[in-house]
């Protein structure tokens, strides 16, 4: 099992389902793996409700292309309008799960374009991976001395076996959940939106 955690992709891969976490089929995938989408999605699930102009000005993109994919992902469930937050014609959208169920069989799906889309999917999550921590490379000296301290990039190398890798797997996204009931209130000093990024892949050195 592998398992993809962040805030706002937020994938679960082979897991019992919760009911803020929606389980994507064939259909469904086919409906969100596209690179423009899936940034959508993150930008709404990690700033919350926003209108097409706001989100292509954030993501450097025409209001035509935001307006149309946000239409396309409310059809396929993953957004819905946000009415409390409209002003007249403005047309205010959220996301409508925290997260999403991954099954590793989609990539064994007989029909040729789900096994693309599932590839589409895993590679764009990759992608805002790399994203994020160009930024944070980017923009480290905007910080604060304690929040640079705090930051880790760190990678190790490790032989173990499948139920030991899994093992591993469990334990730190079980102690990264623990830190959600560690929340601060909204307005402590200091406190920000953190991303954590895990991956277990096995390698050869050949």
Same mark, same amino acid.
């Given at each position: ?12 891969? &082979?897991? #019992?389902? $919760? #009911? ?8 469904? +995938? ?10 959508? +999605? &993150? ?97 480290? $000296? ?9 930051? $880790? ?14 093992? +591993? ?5 079980? +102690? ?8 601060? $209130? ?21």
């Amino acid at each position: 099992m592998q398992r993809i955690l962040c805030k706002a992709i937020f994938v679960r891969m &082979n897991e #019992p389902q $919760d #009911p803020q976490v929606h389980s994507l089929d064939a259909r469904s +995938l086919r409906g969100l793996a596209h690179p423009l989408r899936m940034r959508l +999605l &993150n930008a709404l699930r990690r700033g919350g409700p926003a209108t097409a102009s706001q989100l292509a000005a954030k993501l450097g993109e025409s209001s035509g292309a935001t307006s149309y994919h946000l239409r396309q992902l409310a059809a396929y469930g993953f957004v819905e309008d946000a009415p409390e937050h409209g002003k007249g014609r403005e047309r205010w959208w959220k996301s409508v799960h925290m997260g999403v169920h991954f099954d590793e069989e989609l990539f064994m799906d007989r029909d040729p374009e789900v096994r693309g889309a599932a590839d589409v999917f895993m590679h764009e999550l990759a992608n805002q991976h790399t994203r994020e921590l160009a930024t944070w490379i980017g923009t480290r $000296d905007d910080w604060s001395e304690a929040w640079r301290r705090a930051s $880790d990039m760190s990678d190790w190398t490790l032989d173990l076996t499948p139920e030991l890798a899994l093992e +591993l797997n469990n334990k730190m996204h079980d +102690l990264v959940e623990s830190y959600r009931a560690l929340a601060p $209130d909204d307005g402590t000093p200091d406190a920000e939106q953190v991303r954590v990024h895990t991956h277990i892949i096995p390698t050869r050195t050949d």
